[in-house]
């Protein structure tokens, strides 16, 4: 008897199936793991980014730069990380 808990599409899956969705659902979790990292580091460089955008002449604006990129990483590595997570999770 299939299991009522989990979605319409997980419940008559293969072995070979369940072990990819899986490897999937590990995937995303590394992704957000990254997300989180990059956010830490994103907010160490807030510190500098005021400082940077006030002092730095011209277009030279490198911590800026690294906080964009940053922001960027983490809204990349999240949505992915989310998306690759959808579904029931195992329960270990």
Known sequence: MANSLLPLEERNLSPDQVESLDKRRDL???FLVIAAQFSVI???????VGQDL????????PMAYYFLLA??????FG????????????ID
Request: charged share 10%; hydrophobic share 50%; net charge positive.
């Open 28 to 30: 995303g979790h590394t």
């Open 42 to 48: 994103a907010t160490i460089l807030l510190l500098w």
């Open 54 to 61: 006030k002092y730095s002449p011209g277009w030279a604006h």
């Open 71 to 76: 922001l960027i990483l983490i809204v990349v």
């Open 79 to 90: 949505v992915t990380g989310l998306v690759l997570r959808r579904g029931t999770p195992r």
